[in-house]
């Protein structure tokens, strides 16, 4: 092939934002039964769940935020809550979905988020508030424990996350926790997709230029190996880069942002569709 960049994006990519905005701005769930898409993140600590929801309100307040708070010196999950957040239009009225951030996956059993306690969220059975305890699962006992969820409790689309930096030394204990999880979300019929991180720190031409990320054939190559990893179609991946580093709005970081997020918000719109009495 020759060079490190295809001469056209292997994944086109419009000039203008506004359609994609539009979109997501406008969205609501065709489903009487819920008011809200409920998007989960998952992933190994420090791939940038808390990070992608920043980017998100971000992108849709049209100003650096971070009301999902992150940090990525300790090397252990900062997420340590069951949290939905929810995207503000004005002031009383907010988008028609939301982002449920969760532990991260750690290599050790009894470290980072249990399996179960994913799987229960997915069923909706975790109610905001909940305290993840690492290794530990939640019982029906706990106080922040749902019995009874309604369609608008459980996940409408699950979002895996892992940083593209860091994809080829990802312990495979990981990625078979994350399979495992991806397994039991098919089980239930919810829609999956994921997001590689951190494109500016897993390829010079991305950070150079983020215009050619779908250009770059390292970035390309590692979308193929996190196919195979994880089993998820080609076309159910994205490449983002998050608002980490910058404090202004960037068109670019919007584009991919974006791109990501009408298929999240797509998907999980089928899924609700499916749901229908």
Not at 158 to 163: D, E, G, T
Not at 169 to 179: G, N
Request: charged share 25%; aromatic share 8%.
């Amino acid at each position: 092939m020759g060079g490190t960049l295809f001469k056209e994006p292997w994944r086109p990519q419009p000039e203008s934002n506004m359609n994609r905005l539009d979109f997501v701005k406008s969205y609501h769930p065709h489903n009487s039964e819920t008011n809200h898409l409920r998007i989960l993140l998952h992933g190994p600590v420090g791939a940038g769940k808390s990070s992608f929801i920043n980017s998100i309100d971000s992108v849709l307040q049209d100003r650096v935020t971070g009301r999902a708070l992150t940090d990525g010196s300790s090397g252990k999950s900062f997420t340590k809550i069951y949290k939905t957040f929810k995207f503000q239009k004005y002031p009383g009225c907010s988008h028609s979905f939301v982002c449920n951030d969760i532990m991260g996956i750690e290599k050790s059993a009894n470290s980072g988020v249990h399996l179960e306690d994913i799987k229960l969220a997915l069923r909706g059975h975790v109610r905001d508030g909940y305290k993840f305890t690492p290794g530990c699962p939640m019982k029906d006992s706990d106080p922040s424990y749902n019995a009874c969820p309604t369609l608008e409790d459980k996940v409408h689309v699950l979002v895996s996350v892992i940083p593209a930096s860091s994809l080829s030394i990802l312990p495979e204990e990981v990625l078979k926790k994350m399979r495992d999880v991806r397994q039991a979300a098919s089980e239930m019929g919810i829609p999956q997709l994921a997001i590689l991180t951190k494109v500016d720190e897993a390829c010079p031409d991305a950070q150079e230029n983020l215009k050619n990320v779908y250009k770059s054939k390292l970035l390309k190559q590692l979308v193929e190996q996190f196919r195979v990893s994880l089993g998820l179609p080609l076309n159910c991946i994205f490449l983002v880069m998050n608002y980490e580093k910058t404090t202004t709005i960037d068109k670019e970081i919007n584009k991919l942002i974006l791109q990501a997020l009408e298929q999240i918000i797509n998907y999980g719109e089928d899924f609700l569709n499916e749901q229908q009495p």
